[in-house]
């Protein structure tokens, strides 16, 4: 042994709880941050499913910060679980939520009355023309940008598919402790 490796520390490994919930809660900033990007720079509104699907971004950094709180002050193991089953559901539940508003997209089933499909109340004739002036809608299934043959709500499932194997992984790793 050197002098020079004497003084150097031995670097302890992160937690897997630590490192699943870092990496999640990351993701879901970078994730929101694009969304913002693409309705306020881009001024690609979303509909009401995109913004449905926000939620679980909502979700997971508050929840992914505590665990990592949690991890770094040597929280009990059940608390560092219930944390990354929380991060694990909520974005394996968005997964679906992302597809099912991508099948609508493609076509392949209807989706909520509230954003596709014919509009069937249009208000009385003396407001209609003052309301179509200030009213924009944004259809869920219609697709306002495509990458690489992908909507922004396809992105969204491989995301949240991603968020969740590694909230699983990090779920499991701990477990095993």
Same mark, same amino acid.
């Given at each position: 042994?050197?002098?020079?490796?004497?003084?150097? /520390?031995?670097?302890? *490994?992160?937690?897997?709880?630590?490192?699943?919930?870092?990496?999640?809660?990351?993701?879901?900033?970078?994730?929101?941050?694009?969304? $913002?990007? &693409?309705?306020?720079?881009?001024?690609? +509104? @979303?509909? @009401?499913?995109?913004?449905?699907?926000?939620?679980?971004?909502? +979700?997971?950094? *508050?929840? #992914?910060?505590?665990?990592?709180?949690?991890?770094?002050? #040597?929280? /009990?193991? /059940?608390?560092?679980? =219930?944390?990354? =089953?929380? %991060?694990? &559901?909520?974005?394996? =539940?968005?997964?679906? %939520?992302?597809?099912?508003?991508? #099948?609508?997209? $493609?076509?392949?089933?209807?989706? /909520?009355?509230?954003?596709?499909? @014919?509009?069937?109340? %249009? #208000?009385?004739?003396?407001? %209609? +023309?003052?309301?179509?002036?200030?009213?924009?809608?944004?259809?869920?299934?219609?697709?306002? $940008?495509? &990458?690489?043959?992908?909507?922004?709500?396809?992105?969204?499932?491989? !995301?949240?598919? +991603?968020?969740? =194997? !590694?909230?699983? $992984?990090?779920?499991?790793?701990?477990?095993?402790?």
């Amino acid at each position: 042994m050197t002098a020079a490796s004497a003084a150097i /520390p031995a670097l302890k *490994p992160a937690s897997p709880a630590l490192m699943a919930s870092l990496a999640v809660t990351l993701i879901a900033a970078v994730t929101i941050a694009g969304a $913002w990007f &693409f309705q306020l720079v881009l001024e690609i +509104l @979303p509909c @009401p499913l995109c913004l449905e699907q926000r939620y679980a971004y909502y +979700l997971a950094m *508050p929840v #992914g910060a505590l665990t990592v709180i949690a991890a770094r002050s #040597g929280a /009990p193991r /059940p608390l560092l679980l =219930a944390g990354l =089953a929380i %991060l694990a &559901f909520a974005t394996l =539940a968005n997964a679906g %939520l992302g597809a099912y508003h991508s #099948g609508v997209e $493609w076509g392949f089933w209807k989706g /909520p009355t509230d954003c596709s499909g @014919p509009v069937v109340n %249009l #208000g009385s004739a003396k407001d %209609l +023309l003052s309301r179509l002036d200030t009213v924009k809608v944004v259809r869920c299934d219609e697709v306002q $940008w495509r &990458f690489l043959g992908l909507s922004l709500a396809g992105y969204n499932v491989l !995301i949240s598919l +991603l968020m969740a =194997a !590694i909230a699983a $992984w990090g779920f499991a790793a701990t477990a095993k402790r």
